[in-house]
C-alpha cells in the first residue's frame, strides 16, 4: 500500500509539474524532445526498453524534483533521543518535519537556485538516493520513500510518451510567459490551477495502444 501511495499521487504530480516547466522554457523541452525522437525514431510506441538512452530527460526530471518536490515537508520525523540540532534542544518524542523544499532551493547550496537548469546535474555529483541531503525530495535514510522507483518508472515513461509523439502549446495562442505556475499549498504541492496544453500529434499512436 505505501508502494502504490508513496509512487501514484507523486508522480502525476511531478509529471505535472514537468510538462508546466518545460512549456515555460521552450529551449529545454525541444532539448528533451530531440533526444527522445532520436532515441526512439521509427518505434510505434514507448517502452521501458526504450528509455534507457534517455540521459537528458532524466536531467529534466531531476531538476523538477529540485523545484518542486511533490511532498515538500516528506514525512513526519520523530526524535528518538534528546539532542541539539543549530543551536536548539530537540527533545526525544519532539515530531520533526524537514523543508525539503527551501533546501532544495537555498542558494548556499545552489546556483541560480529559482531558475530551471537541468544541466546542473550533468556531473552526477548530487543525486536523490539519500546521500545528499541538500537534495532529498525521496527523503534519506531507513524511511526514505518506498515508492521511489515505482513513481519515478511511471514518470519517465509517460514523460517519455508525451514528448514523443506530441508537441505542445498553450490554448488561444498564450505565450510561455503567460502560464501561470503559483503553487497550491498541501500534503502535497500541485499547481492552484490546472494545466491545459493543446497536443499537436507529431508521431500517431498505434491503434492498439
Not at 11 to 40: F, Y
Not at 188 to 203: G, H, I, K, S
Request: charged content about 25%.
Amino acid at each position: 500500500q505505501d508502494l502504490f501511495a508513496g509512487g501514484s499521487d507523486t508522480s502525476a504530480t511531478t509529471l505535472e509539474w514537468t510538462m508546466a516547466e518545460l512549456v515555460k522554457n521552450p529551449k529545454v523541452m525541444g532539448k528533451a524532445q530531440d533526444e527522445v525522437r532520436r532515441a526512439l525514431a521509427g518505434q510505434p510506441k514507448v517502452t521501458e526498453d526504450s528509455l534507457g538512452g534517455l540521459n537528458y530527460m532524466r536531467l529534466v526530471i531531476k531538476e523538477v524534483l529540485r523545484l518542486h518536490p511533490p511532498a515538500p515537508l516528506l514525512l513526519p520525523r520523530e526524535c528518538m533521543n534528546d539532542c541539539r540540532v543549530l543551536g536548539f534542544d530537540v527533545p526525544k518524542g519532539t515530531m520533526v518535519l524537514v523543508n525539503a523544499w527551501a533546501i532544495s532551493r537555498d542558494p548556499a547550496h545552489w546556483d541560480a537556485a529559482e531558475e530551471f537548469i537541468p544541466e546542473r546535474f550533468e556531473r552526477g555529483e548530487v543525486d536523490f538516493k539519500g546521500a545528499d541531503m541538500e537534495y532529498t525530495p525521496f527523503g534519506a535514510g531507513r524511511r526514505m520513500c518506498p515508492g521511489m522507483s515505482f513513481g519515478l518508472a511511471n514518470a519517465e515513461l509517460a514523460l517519455a510518451g508525451l514528448l514523443y509523439h506530441f508537441d505542445w502549446e498553450l490554448p488561444g495562442g498564450a505565450e510561455a510567459e503567460e502560464l501561470d505556475v503559483t503553487q497550491k499549498m498541501g500534503v502535497t504541492v500541485r499547481l492552484r490551477r490546472d494545466l491545459l496544453l493543446v497536443p499537436v500529434v507529431r508521431a500517431p499512436l498505434p491503434l492498439d495502444y
